[in-house]
């Protein structure tokens, strides 16, 4: 079995094919996944698919990239944690590749998201981009360590990977690590210690190959732990079993 840990069914390019990517997930073993919420205006949508789906899960939360919207409060974030299919804070972090000014409304609004974790005990979802020491900071000084949470489509050095599992994050790895040219991030996948690693497929964005190119979806995921298991030379049912079990303990499913 699989587990996509990080999808966006939500997406309307998605909605419109549910029954059919919820069929290939079966099909290909993908017993598990969480829908990942990127605006609190569209987050009933992601509820309603975990509320439908006894195999989705939610998380709450609002993208980086994402100014005009509804901006979360830690009160607002935690009333809509409350519900027992929420089992994360996120997708929260910094992007300053599509921000290049570095704005400190990015900065508040992570800080939000860690403390709203805090708060109700749930894991962080956190995106970076162009931005890992800016992230890394905030994660210390707000101590992201005590929530925990994954570093979600990981793209940095091995470095921050370390950082990042000082802090007892895990980090998980997306379609990108099967890319010809993605060579620095398969030695981080490489490195990543199998029990704080954790696959996604980040959808509808990022395919894998041999879809590269094409409208990802969870189903896909599979081909993630293929590429890691042979990168470290073990069988993918190592790579299924101890990321679908990481998936577990790190979001609190029973």
């Known amino acids: 079995m699989f587990v996509d840990s990080h999808c966006h069914l939500d997406f309307p390019e998605l909605t419109e094919r549910q029954d059919e990517i919820l069929a290939l997930m079966a099909q290909n073993a993908v017993s598990l996944a969480l829908c990942v919420s990127v605006k609190l205006e569209t987050f009933p949508r992601v509820l309603a698919l975990a509320e439908a789906h006894p195999h989705l899960y939610a998380s709450v939360g609002v993208h980086p990239d994402n100014q005009e919207c509804e901006e979360p409060d830690v009160d607002r974030l935690l009333a809509l944690a409350a519900h027992p299919r929420v089992v994360a804070i996120g997708e929260t972090g910094l992007d300053y590749y599509w921000h290049k000014d570095r704005p400190e409304w990015q900065r508040v609004r992570f800080r939000t998201h860690i403390q709203a974790a805090h708060a109700c005990n749930k894991p962080l979802i956190i995106h970076t981009r162009d931005s890992a020491d800016d ?9 992201a360590s005590v929530p925990g949470g994954v570093m979600h489509c990981f793209t940095e050095t091995r470095e921050v990977a370390e950082a990042a599992l000082d802090m007892g994050f895990y980090i998980s790895f997306s379609g990108i690590v099967t890319f010809k040219n993605a060579k620095a991030l398969k030695e981080v996948a490489r490195y990543v210690p199998l029990d704080r690693m954790l696959i996604e497929t980040d959808s509808p964005y990022l395919a894998p190959v041999p879809h590269r190119g094409k409208q990802n979806e969870p ?3 599979k081909h993630v732990a293929e590429h890691i298991a042979e990168l470290r ?6 790579i299924a079993r101890q990321t679908t079990d990481n998936f577990m303990t790190l979001f609190d499913i029973v």
Request: a neutral charge.
């Open 135 to 143: 992230t890394l900071r905030l994660m210390r000084e707000e101590k």
């Open 219 to 221: 189903g896909f995921v």
């Open 233 to 238: 030379g073990v069988p993918v049912e190592t």
